[in-house]
């Protein structure tokens, strides 16, 4: 057994015995390093660079276990098959889980791969860091990526994916598996709060944050993002996780393929494949999306990974192919570079020399992706620093970027009702403050933290709650108690001036956390109903990653959607609810009102449909939220009123604060199409932008859209054709200011 205590820590490269390789020279340009040591490398090497493994199959019982580095199992792994890349999943992290030790665990890998590795390349590590380096103790939590999406602020987004850069690198992995770039449409689908938005637009422009956040983040180590999940994977058809999902092409080129484009847009260096089906063909297996789309179209130069063993899923599950090696070409050969596999699988390797012997694989391609792979190492310059200073980490990492997270959660919450002012809540008052999410860790963080499906039990997460949030920002002369029993809350609050109940979800990841019912809970529901019935003013602050369906619960005085705030979550709460922050999240999806209503979105396209609830007809619209003061949106001009589909549009709207405290304002713009030849939803969001503004404060803001925005695909229910922007009228709107324009 290696124990990762007694490795020690050495800067040496080993680019510096340069013995004139080409592929050994840092500067020699990446694509003369690649086919360099391309010809040098052995079949079974080149495979094992498409091979990426958990890093439980080098411990303990080479599988599940965890444990101590065990030597027969990297020497299998890292020396005998080579292998590419090691990853840690949703919390498979050392035992003692400190950034120090992740540092040391990652560099222990890489010491047994490059000292076992006869050309001494190196592995690349990733890790599923999706709000903050999530599974490392200690490390400040941001909000998941539905509140990011909230803030409407992809600048915000961009500083929380460079802090996470920050801690990946300063722990040794130089791969993210960030972001999400799928849409929330289905309010039962258990991944809903990884995406930021149900609209492609906002969604696209958070993802391109945090890919440049993430890549350009200046510190330390280079880190690769992963745009994920390539493509469609939001769309299970009844809301279950991994269900194959049916589309349109008009839907899929529409709707779910911009928001990738402008995360691949932004430079992304890799990709992740969608686990799901899309119209019948697994993604994995898909030539049309991987290659065709990906490729061709975008002309996307990184690397392509394969989702958790679903190269395996082809045979296993989609049964596409009849046994591993046929998986493995039909993966490959549709445009999957990279495996990633589970600790349990021991025969990829074989089955993938099998597959290029026999010829399912080409030679060609197989070059192709492992060249991918290598490019990837060298643009990382893993060749030239495949260490971390051990030594650093902890400090990189600890309680960093708090302020950060507290202004990240802080603009992600967004205040839904308000009625008779009864926030923010006024100082020397009396406040009770209950529900289940009022004092948990686990709850305001979610899945994806320490643990796969959220803080694993016993384990304490530095952090404010809600509850101590409140307490330690009260003002002077509150009086803040937190009654944890439902029914003395009830009591307590007979007494009280304002009830704060802070309701919402468990933690959850993937299928776990689907939900047929996306609503609060009927306990949950009960005792909201029960307090509200003391006459009391009562808030209720919604801590999900999803909207939930109120019922009883649904008529409180105050209404604050909180999301999954994350580490900070408690004092942004706290910030808001006093008033020492003015609310400016808006609701970056729909909040339905009714169970059943699921997929609820915004841009529903219209119909015959008369039935209750058949329309949009949410309790909260997407793009819905309040603040402390008032604003008027007004006089949208557009800067001219004949266009060309490859013009960019330019817009000026005025904006005002009529009220009296200084805001953050979220300008959206929407277009519609008084006639179109195929439907189009009744708006869409264009363009957005947010703006401070000081009381009486009034400014004209200019925003821009390339007219392509406007593009659907023509033709009739087969329609698949390239999407373009018809010829006709438009209607701009902002606030309740419209302009029109003509598209010749
Ligand atoms: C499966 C998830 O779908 C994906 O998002 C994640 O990055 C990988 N597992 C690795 O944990």
């Given at each position: 057994?290696?124990?990762?205590?007694?490795?020690?820590?050495?800067?040496?490269?080993?680019?510096?015995?340069?013995?004139?390789?080409?592929?050994?020279?840092?500067?020699?340009?990446?694509?003369?390093?690649?086919?360099?040591?391309?010809?040098?490398?052995?079949?079974?090497?080149?495979?094992?660079q498409?091979?990426?493994?958990?890093?439980?199959?080098?411990l303990?019982?080479?599988?599940?276990?965890?444990?101590?580095?065990?030597?027969?199992?990297?020497?299998?792994?890292?020396?005998?098959?080579?292998?590419?890349?090691?990853?840690?999943?949703?919390?498979?992290?050392?035992?003692s889980?400190?950034?120090?030790?992740?540092?040391?665990?990652?560099?222990?890998?890489?010491?047994?791969?490059?000292?076992?590795?006869?050309?001494?390349?190196?592995?690349?590590?990733?890790?599923?860091?999706?709000?903050?380096?999530?599974?490392?103790?200690?490390?400040?939590?941001?909000?998941?990526q539905?509140?990011?999406?909230?803030?409407w602020?992809?600048?915000?987004?961009?500083?929380?994916?460079?802090s996470?850069?920050?801690?990946?690198?300063?722990?040794?992995?130089?791969?993210?598996?960030?972001?999400?770039?799928?849409?929330?449409?289905?309010?039962?689908?258990?991944?809903?709060?990884?995406?930021?938005?149900?609209?492609?637009?906002?969604?696209?422009?958070?993802?391109?944050?945090?890919?440049?956040?993430?890549?350009?983040?200046?510190?330390?180590?280079?880190?690769?993002?992963?745009?994920?999940?390539?493509?469609g994977?939001?769309?299970?058809?009844?809301?279950?996780?991994?269900?194959?999902g049916?589309?349109?092409?008009?839907?899929?080129?529409?709707?779910?393929?911009?928001?990738?484009?402008a995360?691949?847009?932004?430079?992304?260096?890799?990709?992740?494949?969608?686990?799901?089906?899309?119209?019948?063909?697994?993604?994995?297996?898909?030539?049309?999306?991987?290659?065709?789309?990906?490729?061709?179209?975008?002309?996307?130069?990184?690397?392509?990974?394969?989702?958790?063993?679903?190269?395996?899923?082809?045979?296993?599950?989609?049964?596409?192919?009849?046994?591993?090696?046929?998986?493995?070409?039909?993966?490959?050969?549709?445009?999957?570079?990279?495996?990633?596999?589970?600790?349990?699988?021991?025969?990829?390797?074989?089955?993938?020399?099998?597959?290029?012997?026999?010829?399912?694989?080409?030679?060609?391609?197989?070059?192709?992706?492992?060249?991918?792979?290598?490019?990837?190492?060298?643009?990382?310059?893993?060749?030239?620093?495949?260490?971390?200073?051990?030594?650093?980490?902890?400090?990189?990492?600890?309680?960093?970027?708090?302020d950060?997270?507290?202004?990240?959660?802080?603009?992600?919450?967004?205040?839904?009702?308000?009625?008779?002012?009864?926030?923010?809540?006024?100082?020397?008052?009396?406040?009770?403050?209950?529900?289940?999410?009022?004092?948990?860790?686990?709850?305001?963080?979610?899945?994806?933290?320490?643990?796969?499906?959220?803080?694993?039990?016993?384990?304490t997460?530095?952090?404010?709650?809600?509850?101590?949030?409140?307490?330690?920002?009260?003002?002077?002369?509150?009086?803040?108690?937190?009654?944890?029993?439902?029914?003395?809350?009830?009591?307590?609050?007979?007494?009280?001036?304002?009830?704060?109940?802070?309701?919402?979800?468990?933690?959850?990841?993937?299928?776990?956390?689907?939900?047929?019912?996306?609503?609060?809970?009927?306990?949950?529901?009960?005792?909201?109903?029960?307090?509200?019935?003391?006459?009391?003013?009562?808030?209720?602050?919604?801590?999900?990653?999803?909207?939930?369906?109120?019922?009883?619960?649904?008529?409180?005085?105050?209404?604050?959607?909180?999301?999954?705030?994350?580490?900070?979550?408690?004092?942004?709460?706290?910030?808001?609810?006093?008033?020492?922050?003015?609310?400016?999240?808006?609701?970056?999806?729909?909040?339905?009102?009714?169970?059943?209503?699921?997929?609820?979105?915004?841009?529903?396209?219209?119909?015959t449909?008369?039935?209750?609830d058949?329309g949009?007809?949410?309790?909260?619209?997407f793009?819905?939220?309040?603040?402390?003061?008032?604003?008027?949106?007004?006089?949208?001009?557009?800067?001219?009123?004949?266009?060309?589909?490859?013009?960019?549009?330019?817009?000026?709207?005025?904006?005002?604060?009529?009220?009296?405290?200084?805001?953050?304002?979220?300008?959206?713009?929407?277009?519609?199409?008084?006639?179109?030849?195929?439907?189009?939803?009744?708006?869409?969001?264009?363009a957005?932008?947010?703006?401070?503004?000081?009381?009486?404060?009034?400014?004209?803001?200019?925003?821009?859209?390339?007219?392509?925005?406007?593009?659907?695909?023509?033709?009739?229910?087969?329609?698949?054709?390239?999407?373009?922007?018809?010829?006709?009228?438009?209607?701009?709107?902002?606030?309740?200011?419209t302009?029109?324009?003509?598209?010749?």
């Amino acid at each position: 057994m290696i124990t990762t205590a007694c490795v020690g820590f050495t800067v040496t490269s080993p680019a510096a015995a340069d013995k004139g390789e080409v592929y050994l020279r840092a500067n020699a340009p990446v694509q003369a390093r690649v086919q360099d040591l391309l010809k040098r490398m052995t079949l079974d090497e080149k495979v094992g660079q498409l091979e990426q493994i958990a890093v439980n199959r080098l411990l303990g019982d080479c599988t599940w276990s965890g444990g101590d580095f065990n030597e027969a199992c990297m020497k299998q792994v890292l020396a005998d098959e080579a292998t590419g890349s090691i990853l840690s999943g949703g919390g498979m992290g050392p035992k003692s889980n400190t950034p120090k030790d992740w540092a040391i665990m990652i560099n222990t890998v890489q010491r047994y791969a490059l000292e076992h590795s006869r050309l001494r390349v190196p592995i690349v590590y990733g890790v599923d860091a999706v709000h903050g380096h999530n599974n490392v103790l200690g490390a400040t939590i941001f909000p998941h990526q539905i509140g990011l999406g909230a803030a409407w602020n992809p600048a915000l987004t961009g500083a929380t994916a460079e802090s996470t850069q920050r801690a990946v690198a300063a722990t040794g992995a130089t791969w993210n598996f960030a972001p999400v770039a799928d849409l929330a449409r289905d309010q039962r689908w258990g991944r809903y709060y990884e995406t930021y938005s149900e609209d492609p637009l906002l969604a696209g422009e958070n993802a391109a944050a945090a890919v440049r956040g993430l890549e350009n983040g200046r510190s330390g180590r280079k880190v690769a993002s992963s745009v994920k999940h390539f493509a469609g994977y939001s769309e299970p058809s009844n809301g279950h996780d991994r269900v194959p999902g049916d589309m349109s092409m008009r839907y899929l080129q529409d709707t779910i393929l911009p928001s990738y484009k402008a995360a691949v847009d932004a430079g992304a260096l890799t990709v992740m494949v969608n686990s799901g089906a899309v119209n019948g063909v697994p993604a994995h297996a898909s030539h049309y999306l991987l290659t065709d789309v990906l490729r061709n179209q975008w002309r996307f130069k990184g690397v392509v990974i394969s989702d958790w063993n679903d190269v395996l899923s082809l045979q296993r599950a989609y049964h596409v192919v009849n046994d591993y090696p046929g998986a493995i070409a039909a993966a490959v050969n549709a445009g999957v570079d990279m495996a990633m596999l589970p600790p349990d699988d021991r025969t990829f390797h074989a089955s993938a020399v099998d597959a290029v012997k026999r010829g399912l694989i080409s030679q060609k391609r197989l070059d192709e992706a492992v060249g991918r792979v290598l490019w990837l190492k060298f643009t990382l310059g893993l060749f030239e620093h495949p260490y971390v200073d051990e030594s650093k980490a902890d400090a990189a990492v600890l309680g960093t970027d708090k302020d950060l997270a507290r202004k990240a959660a802080t603009e992600s919450m967004v205040l839904l009702r308000n009625t008779g002012g009864v926030l923010p809540l006024a100082a020397g008052k009396r406040i009770v403050v209950t529900g289940p999410s009022a004092d948990s860790m686990a709850n305001q963080t979610g899945g994806w933290t320490i643990g796969w499906q959220g803080i694993p039990a016993g384990v304490t997460v530095p952090g404010t709650t809600i509850a101590q949030g409140l307490k330690a920002g009260a003002p002077a002369g509150t009086d803040v108690a937190y009654v944890p029993d439902g029914a003395e809350a009830v009591n307590r609050a007979k007494s009280a001036d304002a009830v704060v109940v802070v309701v919402g979800e468990k933690p959850g990841a993937e299928g776990e956390s689907d939900s047929p019912r996306p609503e609060l809970a009927a306990d949950q529901q009960q005792l909201v109903a029960s307090l509200q019935a003391t006459g009391v003013p009562v808030v209720l602050v919604v801590v999900s990653g999803r909207p939930l369906v109120l019922g009883a619960a649904g008529n409180t005085a105050g209404l604050l959607a909180a999301w999954l705030p994350g580490t900070e979550g408690g004092n942004a709460v706290a910030d808001l609810l006093y008033g020492k922050a003015n609310p400016s999240g808006r609701l970056p999806v729909s909040w339905p009102k009714n169970l059943g209503n699921e997929p609820m979105y915004y841009q529903q396209l219209p119909g015959t449909n008369g039935g209750p609830d058949s329309g949009y007809s949410p309790a909260f619209a997407f793009g819905a939220g309040l603040s402390y003061t008032s604003y008027t949106i007004g006089n949208l001009t557009a800067n001219r009123s004949q266009i060309r589909p490859g013009d960019t549009v330019g817009v000026d709207v005025t904006v005002a604060n009529t009220g009296s405290r200084a805001g953050d304002l979220v300008v959206p713009v929407y277009v519609s199409q008084p006639v179109s030849a195929v439907l189009v939803p009744a708006k869409r969001l264009v363009a957005f932008t947010r703006v401070t503004l000081a009381p009486g404060q009034s400014r004209t803001v200019h925003l821009t859209f390339p007219a392509s925005r406007l593009a659907v695909t023509p033709g009739d229910v087969n329609g698949a054709g390239a999407p373009r922007v018809e010829a006709g009228s438009y209607q701009l709107s902002a606030g309740d200011s419209t302009a029109t324009f003509t598209v010749r």
